[in-house]
């Protein structure tokens, strides 16, 4: 199954920066786990939150989130 290497700077006040390796069928399936796993806290957890994060993924303006397939 393919690798993700997920990386994302929640959008709190501490702006930590949140890194996993995802192991999932595709890179949306990858990007929901992480979703459900790192960042809920800093969305609403419902399709909305999670249609919001993934926008964070391809903002040119305020991207805040990285994914890269790993090859093995």
């Not at 990386?7 to 949140?18: E, G, S, T, Y």
């Not at 390796?21 to 957890?45: C, G, L, P, Q, R």
């Amino acid at each position: 199954m393919p690798k993700f290497a997920i990386a994302f700077v929640a959008p709190d006040q501490d702006h930590p920066l949140r890194h996993r390796i995802v192991e999932s069928s595709d890179e949306e399936s990858a990007i929901k786990d992480f979703f459900t796993k790192e960042a809920m806290d800093s969305y609403s957890n419902d399709d909305q939150g999670f249609f919001y994060f993934k926008e964070d993924f391809s903002d040119k303006s305020t991207k805040s989130g990285s994914i890269l397939k790993l090859e093995s």
